[in-house]
Nanobody, 121 residues
Framework: QVQLVESGGGLVQAGGSLRLSCAAS????????MGWYRQAPGKQRELVAA???????DYADSVKGRFALSRDNAKNTVYLQMNSLKPDDTAVYYC???????????????WGQGTQVTVSS
């Protein structure tokens, strides 16, 4: 089994900051990528930021320069530092981990339960 534990959501005023964290635990061979997605009411889930095992990080255009993703490989944890938050950033944020359970296993996606981020104007 693989478990993802998220923390750090909440309510903040526009211009404020929040930090999300997601820790993966359980039995697996390798984590290939970790990141965050978000889903606002009435909208599709979208990528916010993700980092591969090779260190490549991708950001949504809407968060570039404001959000920073970091990863602690020893702790299997990914962090999302969100600065200069805007009301448009309001959404449920989901942690995503792409991993292989065994050396010859295919990649699988695992999702956290989601954490609410609300930015007031």
């Amino acid at each position: 089994q693989v478990q993802l534990v998220e923390s750090g959501g909440g309510l903040v005023q526009a211009g404020g900051s929040l930090r999300l964290s997601c820790a993966a635990s359980g039995t697996f061979f390798a984590i290939n990528a970790m990141g965050w997605y978000r889903q606002a009411p009435g909208k599709q889930r979208e990528l916010v930021a993700a980092v591969t095992s090779g260190g490549r990080t991708d950001y949504a255009d809407s968060v570039k320069g404001r959000f920073a993703l970091s990863r602690d490989n020893a702790k299997n944890t990914v962090y999302l530092q969100m600065n200069s938050l805007k009301p448009d950033d309001t959404a449920v944020y989901y942690c995503n981990v792409r991993l292989r359970r065994g050396v010859s296993a295919r990649e699988s996606d695992y999702w956290g339960q989601g954490t609410q981020v609300t930015v007031s104007s």
